[in-house]
């Protein structure tokens, strides 16, 4: 009993020295962390005021900046704010100190924060420079930081406080450590002395658990570390973030991504040369970046006409070529295999099935059978490719549903990570699919599933609830399915920031004039841009149709408004897709005749394949973009459009289905199946002030900024990293209970 209250008094007078310590850096720290938060106050105050104050200084507007000032004052938190004229002090509120000098804020032509003290407390004099009419001057605020002080204070007493109940709490543990510690050296002993006696020689249990429980503390302080990487990077993600965190993380480890469209295709030109071309696809433009950025190996299917003259005896090329980095696999499919897999199965039947387009899906048998040989293929192909037992595969969209299990058969120790590019239907809506279980199967041989919003991953859990038996963790957002767990988790893909089509663009003015010159339109047309593939999910005849109700309901627009639409063919083997490209061809003919003439049409349809230079062109010099999306998962072209505008200028209109709207809310949301509203919604654009504009695109392009491509994939290895340090500790759980003996 003595050596327990040793440790309890040994835990409390350590839990006391660090009080003592820690307290006065904890004031300090909270006493600073309130300074910023009034700093960033003064900040936001400026940042709303800004534009209004410059232009009642421009217009001299006396009364109207001191009602303004007033107002502003009336908030508790601010003491005064008044305008530095030089060393003149102007407009001042009523609560100015009359000590206040505007020689201090005066002195830089930057932002300053300083501290002055005023009767009995300190007062933060934040100084902002501001020009207005050709005339610099300084907009001050003034915080009163007695309320800071207060906070100091009882953050002390309340700290004291937590600090205490922990040292009582730890020093309860160590005493309660202390007696399990004793009561099984106690009886280790005993059982010593037993042997000793029966003339037995068993190892000291100490021999078996004590290595592995170091190996244990090894993974868990990896673990943490692999958290602190997470919680370091995630509002700064780059190419050098991902490098360092896949450094620190999968040091050694095998990166092999599988993908139908390849990043780099070599075709045969008509004068017999070998031309490289950049496929227009989201799903490459958001993933070839991250494959630069991590190395490995790139799995896909060699669609090019020269395709198979550019590679080595192992169906290799290295990539980009101007400065390889990764490795291309090309996997050959017969003119068969493409027809039944890519365009029966895949692009026919699911989908069709996943974009609820109202587009009926269509499910052959032959189909399917070539789908399901076309992933086996796939499979062996990173089996051959893969240099460990354990790599981690990225396993990329709606091509691959079977292939996740297909590799865990052959290499049971891979983290597999599976995303899911296109939206997940809801449960009924995926039941009518013939091969939903097998469907289903194959992509639980994921260790994690990813898709691009949680309301996709709940319908796949619907899914899954419905039609396999499985055990669904509604908690983790998990499935445990044949003995093994898969994580289903949300990661909405994004694009790399900054854009490499964006270097080398020219100003956004020079941009206006070249496009307006290549289109044949006046110096002052207003111009509008919608870029996609033809689709028929993308919302193209319905974005012409709300053209049509702009014009008939606001023709102020008649010879002031083109709309440019460009539109790559795709899939030109499906009927509905030859089908919609007529359609949309017929109905722009017919908007031009109906609202256009002398030379104008308000609608101009580009049916071609766009380079990300030329298309980051027409980004810039557009007055407009609209992204009608009937159903997407989650539409980059929406992302890029903001990326392209370093001006911050610009209006996107983005439809509420497409996954995007759901991070991208300051664009003008709108219902791509209301004609109308649409209409309206591009009238509201070409007349939204500039201010307004200029403060969506601040923070839309936050957004993209912040929740870049490389965070998006940076998520998902690191989780993949994690998961295979939390397998390990399982395994060595699992070890060493199968190592100890059974009345340790």
Known sequence: MRIIFRFGGIAMLVAAIVILAVLPFATSFVEQWSRRDVELRSRLVFNSVRDQVSGLLARNDTQQIATLFERIASDERVLAIGFCDGQELRFPSRNMPPSFSCTEASRSDAESF???????????????????????????????????????????????????????????????????????????????????????????????????????????????????????????????????????????????????????????????????????????????????????????????????????????????????????????????????????????????????????????????????????????????????????????????????????????????????????????????????????????????????????????????DSYVESRIDREKDSVIFGGEETLIRPYPISIEWPPTALEGQRPVEECRRIVRERLGLPPDMRIGVGIERFDYTKGILDRMQAIDVLLAEHPEWHGNFAFVQVAAPTRSKLQNYRQLQEEAEALAREINERHGGDGYEPIKLLIRHHEPDEVFELFRAADLCIVSSLHDGMNLVAKEFVAARDDEQGVLILSAFAGASRELSEALIVNPYNAHAMGEAINRALTMPQPEQRERMRLMRDQVKERNVYRWAGQMLLAASRLRKQQRIRRLIAKGRRRAPANA
């Open 114 to 464: 300083s501290t002055v003290r005023n009767q009995d407390h300190n007062v933060l004099v934040s100084s902002f420079p501001l020009n207005a009419g050709g005339r610099a001057g300084h907009l001050v605020v003034l915080h009163d930081l007695s309320y800071a002080d207060q906070r100091g204070g009882e953050a002390r007493n309340y700290l004291f406080l937590a600090l205490a109940g922990v040292a009582f709490g730890a020093a309860a543990l160590a005493a309660m450590i202390a007696a399990i510690i004793m009561r099984r050296w106690l009886a280790s002993i005993r059982q010593a002395l037993e042997n000793a006696r029966a003339g037995g020689a068993q190892p000291p249990v100490e021999e078996n658990i004590i290595p592995l429980g170091q190996e244990i503390r090894d993974v868990l302080q990896e673990l943490e570390a692999s958290r602190r990487t997470i919680d370091a990077a995630h509002t700064d993600w780059s190419p050098d973030t991902l490098r360092a965190a896949l450094a620190n993380e999968l040091s050694g480890s095998e990166v092999i991504v599988v993908s139908n469209r390849e990043p780099y295709i070599h075709n045969r030109t008509e004068d017999g040369r070998i031309s490289l071309q950049i496929p227009a696809s989201g799903l490459v433009s958001a993933l070839e970046p991250v494959v630069r950025a991590c190395g490995g190996t790139w799995v896909a299917h060699g669609s090019g006409s020269a395709d198979r003259e550019t590679v080595d005896a192992g169906d290799r090329v290295p990539v980009p070529p101007n400065n390889p980095s990764y490795t291309l696999r090309r996997v050959w499919l017969s003119e068969e295999e493409q027809d039944g897999y890519y365009y029966g199965a895949a692009n026919e039947g699911l989908w069709p099935l996943c974009h609820i387009a109202f587009v009926r899906p269509i499910f052959r048998e032959s189909d399917w059978q070539f789908y399901r040989s076309v992933n086996e293929k796939f499979a062996e192909a990173i089996v051959a490719e893969a240099k460990r037992e354990d790599p981690i595969i990225l396993v990329q969209d709606y091509h691959f549903a079977l292939l996740p299990r297909m590799i865990r058969d052959r290499l049971p120790q891979a983290t597999i990570v599976t995303f899911w590019h296109i939206p997940w239907p809801n449960a009924e809506t995926f039941g009518i699919c013939p091969w939903r279980e097998e469907i289903i199967d194959g992509l639980l041989g994921s260790s994690i599933l990813g898709f691009h919003t949680q309301a996709h991953c709940n319908n796949f859990l619907d899914s899954v």
